[in-house]
């Protein structure tokens, strides 16, 4: 092809092993070659443009939110309308492979909420903050610990993270002012909301799907240091908010039907309005590279608190949420030492240093990348992918 019209119809050739076959359908937004950012489906290894395919201009558009705000009768039509398409010959100028296109950012982001969700990472974190005390506060048993984020800064997977500044705490009664030693991630999964909510009115857990379009990995880049000095008594604040990663790909709820998994036993009972009557997690595995090395595998599905209660909680106070909100699990750790999702947690707050490549690490030095994928259980023994979340580590300015 030598730069004129690409003509013509064909099928997207999807390999029986892909990850991106057509149950899975991801959305994101992408730059062609030449052409203005739009939104996209991922099969396989090929971008679909969905304003050309299904020609309406809310695929017209450098983010999802206009699909997000059209709702779960809207997002089904078009999911079934790809379905269809996915299986046949296809214009060949609709279809760009992955490799020649730029992601971008998926959603115009309004609030981001960021939870504590998983009981290991609770309590490792509890240990390592607080040895002198029990893990776990007495609050949280009882509600789906949170804070709100920063949404503006929340980037697209790729991303580079520039090492953040802070103030640090040293061995004398003076903090100094200088550069994280000890950046670190968090490996979570966060929850795109679609349809908008009314102040004042919270959403139920059983409103869950009307509400939530989809997931997408998260990496929380966090810089301990900087956390452990100004975390009392408000909470998270610099030591998070200088970077957090989102996935180019947000996988819609119904293609994870099948990794719908019963909750952990929550004791003691949560309060009714943390209760609905089809309340879920999800089955899906994590693996985090450090430099091409796997050194953990996070299991989403032990997470205590649901996807249905985290929402339930933000919105129980009247608070309400906008298409484009995204809230995220916080860490997902499993019980056994390859299973934790961050590296305060895997290297035991730096005493119990890992191998990555031919060298050792407590915490992320420059020039290190991270990189996180996950599967979940699709159709007929098939698994489905979620798109990657990655981010390599830049010196501090
Ligand atoms: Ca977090």
Redesign the pocket.
């Known amino acids: 092809m030598t730069g004129g019209a690409r003509t013509g119809l064909i099928c997207v050739e999807v390999p029986d092993d892909s990850l991106f076959g057509p149950e899975n359908l991801p959305y994101g937004v992408f730059a062609p070659p030449a052409g203005e950012p739009r939104v996209g489906v991922r099969l396989s290894d090929t971008v679909l443009d969905l304003a050309a395919l299904l020609d309406d201009p809310i695929f017209l558009r450098a983010d999802l939110n206009a699909l997000l705000a059209a709702g779960p009768t809207r997002w089904r039509e078009v999911r079934d309308q790809v379905r269809e398409l996915a299986g046949t010959a296809l214009p060949v100028d609709a279809q760009f492979p992955l490799s020649t296109v730029r992601m971008k950012l998926p959603v115009r982001i309004g609030d981001y909420v960021?939870f504590?969700a998983s009981v290991d990472h609770a309590t490792n974190l509890g240990r390592l903050f607080r040895p002198d005390s029990e893990p776990l506060l007495p609050n949280w048993r009882h509600l789906p610990v949170g804070y709100h984020g920063r949404a503006g800064t929340v980037v697209v997977s790729g991303t580079p993270v520039i090492r953040p500044n802070g103030q640090r705490r040293t061995g004398s009664d003076a903090p100094d002012f200088g550069p994280s030693q000890r950046l670190d991630i968090?490996a979570?999964l966060g929850f795109v909301v679609g349809q908008g909510s009314t102040l004042g009115v919270p959403v139920t857990v059983d409103e869950f799907s009307e509400h939530v379009f989809g997931v997408g990995l998260v990496n929380?880049w966090?810089a301990r240091d900087i956390q452990a000095w100004e975390y009392q008594p408000l909470g998270?604040f610099l030591g998070?908010s200088f970077t957090t990663s989102l996935a180019a790909w947000i996988t819609p709820l119904d293609a994870l039907a099948n990794a719908r998994v019963p909750l952990p036993t929550q004791t003691p009972k949560p309060l009714p309005y943390l209760r609905g009557s089809d309340d879920h997690g999800l089955d899906i595995d994590l693996t985090v590279r450090w430099n091409d090395e796997v050194v953990a595998h996070p299991p989403y599905g032990r997470m205590y608190w649901s996807p249905a209660q985290m929402l339930a909680h933000l919105t129980a106070n009247g608070a309400s949420v906008r298409p484009g909100d995204l809230y995220?699990s916080?860490?997902i750790s499993g019980p056994d030492p390859d299973q934790r999702g961050s590296f305060i947690e895997l290297t035991w707050g730096g005493t119990e240093p890992v191998t990555v490549g031919t060298e050792t690490r407590t915490f992320l030095a420059d020039g290190d990348r991270v990189t996180i994928t996950a599967t979940a259980p699709g159709t007929a023994g098939r698994r489905i992918g979620l798109g990657e979340v990655g981010g390599t580590i830049l010196p501090a300015r």
Request: hydrophobic content about 10%.
């Open positions: 960021d504590y968090e979570e929380d966090s998270p998070k995220a916080g860490t």
